[in-house]
């Protein structure tokens, strides 16, 4: 968030703002509810694979398969959103991904198939991506520019504060009634944000300000279309900058949670209680970094937040791999995820900010694709690794790979402290 001069008193009372706007309120409880449901899911599927293959190479394939399909999604997605209303579209994608992870349970009933986990998890992945561009546009309609960072915050906070809750409820679950049942939770979670998002009303529409009333022949070439967020980034320094070394971050960090799962499974010896209890810690880390990143980024500036908060991930993962008890692991998930949900916060704010209203589905769509376009192949690499070597060398590599980034960007424009200010493209 940009800080100026006259904006302290006024940012106290948009703050209360947040708090009593009926419509914000209504989607914040939306995603809030999602989340719930996501974090069964992040710990149920690859509890599914565990248990049926006994394999994390298994479970490394299952996450890069899941990944390429988000990716090769978000190479359209931008164009999508910037032509529908964004409102139904969010409807819409939850209501798809709730029939998909509701498919589980129903199959599992049945004994395991896990063959079906590579053709839903794809799917529900592509759907969920298009979803998370379309969030991301959507949130400049709720909020004032100078409140962005703000409502982001708040928005990662109360996602992390369900995701406390639902790891531990996941893993009680899993551990009760099996992974399939905790999949299911998941599937319901859709459908009660979908019925929310139903009555949120957003400021100045939802659709974008592309020609979709102009005459075809008036309209951008679909190739063109595609490329637009793409050339914004190239021509943005700090946007470039960015794209470029979170395509690193991700490669190494993708396949965190797998090594996570398997450290303590495998290594430890642990209950899938004890993975719940682990990844709820995780999400109070989160909770932390998204209460703390606006008033921060205020103080220090972008640059020294985004960095910083890097550096710190890096420490974070190379212990994880070696920490030889629950409470250590504990401690430095959630240290990891907490700076995590600072440095995105401050990423995805600095693109709402500088980014024109008619552009933001296709450079946050280009954004992403490019950053994790590595990422499913560093999922697979890193867990076979861990597999063949072990979890502690491997987290002590990918800790200092994290460490060389923010190193990088002290080189770039990415260590300016109000990029927001700066000129951006034409």
Not at 102 to 127: D, M, N
Not at 212 to 228: C, H, S, Y
Not at 312 to 333: E, F
Not at 388 to 401: E, I, M, N, Q, S
């Amino acid at each position: 968030m940009s800080a100026q001069p006259a904006a302290d008193e006024p940012l106290s009372e948009g703050s209360r703002a947040l708090w009593r706007d009926r419509d914000f309120g209504v989607f914040w409880a939306a995603q809030t509810l999602s989340v719930v449901g996501d974090s069964f899911a992040l710990i149920a599927l690859p509890l599914l694979v565990l248990h049926a293959t006994g394999s994390v190479a298994q479970m490394g394939l299952l996450t890069a398969v899941a990944g390429a399909a988000s990716l090769l999604a978000g190479v359209f997605a931008g164009v999508v959103v910037d032509r529908l209303d964004r409102r139904k579209l969010l409807i819409a994608c939850d209501v798809v991904r709730m029939v998909l992870y509701a498919l589980v349970p129903l199959v599992w009933a049945f004994g395991p198939q896990i063959w079906l986990l590579y053709v839903l998890l794809p799917l529900g992945e592509a759907v969920g991506m298009l979803f998370s561009v379309t969030y991301v546009t959507v949130v400049r309609t709720l909020v004032s520019g100078d409140r962005i960072t703000e409502a982001n915050g708040r928005l990662n906070a109360t996602a992390a504060a369900a995701g406390v809750v639902g790891p531990l409820c996941a893993g009680v679950v899993a551990a009760r009634f099996g992974p399939a049942a905790a999949v299911g939770v998941d599937a319901a979670s859709f459908g009660v944000s979908a019925a929310c998002l139903s009555f949120v009303r957003f400021r100045g529409g939802t659709r974008s300000h592309l020609t979709d009333r102009a005459p075809e022949a008036a309209r951008p070439r679909l190739w063109k279309d595609l490329l637009a967020g793409v050339s914004f980034l190239r021509a943005h320094p700090v946007l470039r900058a960015l794209t470029v070394l979170l395509t690193m971050f991700s490669f190494l960090t993708l396949g965190l949670n797998d090594l996570l799962i398997y450290h303590l499974k495998h290594d430890l010896g642990q209950s899938d209680g004890t993975v719940g209890t682990v990844f709820a810690a995780g999400a109070m880390g989160t909770i932390t970094g998204a209460l703390l990143v606006a008033p921060v980024r205020r103080t220090l500036g972008f640059g020294a937040t985004w960095i910083g908060t890097v550096a710190v991930c890096g420490l974070a993962v190379a212990g994880i791999g070696s920490a030889d008890s629950v409470a250590g692991v504990a401690v430095l998930t959630a240290t990891f995820l907490g700076c995590t949900s600072m440095a995105g916060t401050c990423s995805m704010s600095l693109r709402q900010e500088v980014t024109p209203e008619h552009l933001l589905g296709r450079v946050t769509s280009a954004f992403w694709t490019i950053h994790y376009s590595a990422a499913p192949i560093g999922a697979a690499v890193l867990t076979w690794a861990a597999q063949r070597h072990g979890t502690a060398p491997v987290g002590l590599a990918a800790g200092a790979c994290c460490l060389l980034i923010a190193a990088l960007a002290l080189l770039t424009p990415v260590r300016r402290p109000r990029p927001e200010r700066s000129p951006g493209p034409a």
